[in-house]
């Protein structure tokens, strides 16, 4: 029987396959949309700003938050060395950073907060400190879903309105149902050595139930969110900077 891949998007083994797998491509592109998101909600959009607050989100959460995850169990299976999550982990943390100082000089001390806030979540989640205190659905929520509104928002102007946080309440949402699929998909994907059972029907009729029946409406929900929020994103920068 073949080995069940970790996620549904997980490339298999091999140098570049396990940086692909560990990079989260759906779900790094969905978390990166509502810096897209909360970028256009300003009144007037830059676009160095905002490619600047995406590519320190990526740093932060596609590549920083990912490499302390696989550090804490190898929850993907990868083959990267520990050092080198480690490496990428600090390094791309430390670009993030570098990018939040930047937009601190162009805007002002409104972004301090953010600035560190972004560290603290990032490394209390992924790594569970203080006993994982960060670590569960409020903070997956408020911390891949609202800061990064948030945080766009006032990297484009200094300040917070209601709108963004309107918008972040959205994102908050959003994350926490993605979190209440993606965590039984999870389980399936890499706890679960079997599952089956079966739905019987008001007709008399029976349904079975194994793992690829249960995964499938997750995943396929999950999948769905991922690209629509992208198309959302999109949408909303086309239509703010073209």
Request: charged fraction near 10%; include cysteine; aromatic fraction near 8%.
């Amino acid at each position: 029987m073949a080995e069940e891949r970790p996620a549904y998007y997980a490339a298999g083994h091999g140098r570049w396959r396990d940086w692909w797998t560990l990079l989260h491509p759906p779900y790094t592109a969905w978390h990166l949309s509502y810096v897209v998101i909360g970028a256009c909600l300003a009144p007037r959009v830059q676009l160095v700003p905002l490619l600047a607050a995406v590519a320190a989100f990526f740093l932060a959460v596609g590549v920083a938050a990912h490499a302390l995850d696989e550090l804490h169990g190898r929850p993907l299976r990868t083959a990267i060395p520990a050092g080198v999550l480690a490496a990428a982990a600090g390094l791309s943390l430390a670009g993030a950073l570098a990018l939040g100082v930047a937009g601190v000089v162009r805007v002002g001390w409104p972004l301090i907060p953010f600035l560190v806030a972004g560290p603290v979540l990032v490394v209390g989640y992924n790594a569970e400190v203080l006993g994982g205190i960060l670590h569960n659905d409020a903070g997956f929520a408020a911390g891949w879903g609202a800061f990064p509104v948030l945080t766009a928002y006032v990297a484009q102007t200094g300040t917070l309105a209601v709108a963004p946080v309107l918008a972040a309440g959205a994102a908050l949402g959003l994350s926490a149902a993605q979190r209440s699929l993606s965590t039984p998909a999870r389980t399936l994907r890499r706890r679960a050595r079997s599952a089956a059972g079966t739905v019987t029907l008001a007709g008399g009729g029976a349904v079975r139930l194994d793992r690829a029946a249960l995964l499938a409406p997750l995943e396929k929900a999950l999948r769905a969110m991922s690209w629509s929020m992208v198309a959302l994103a999109a949408a909303l920068a086309v239509a703010r900077l073209g």
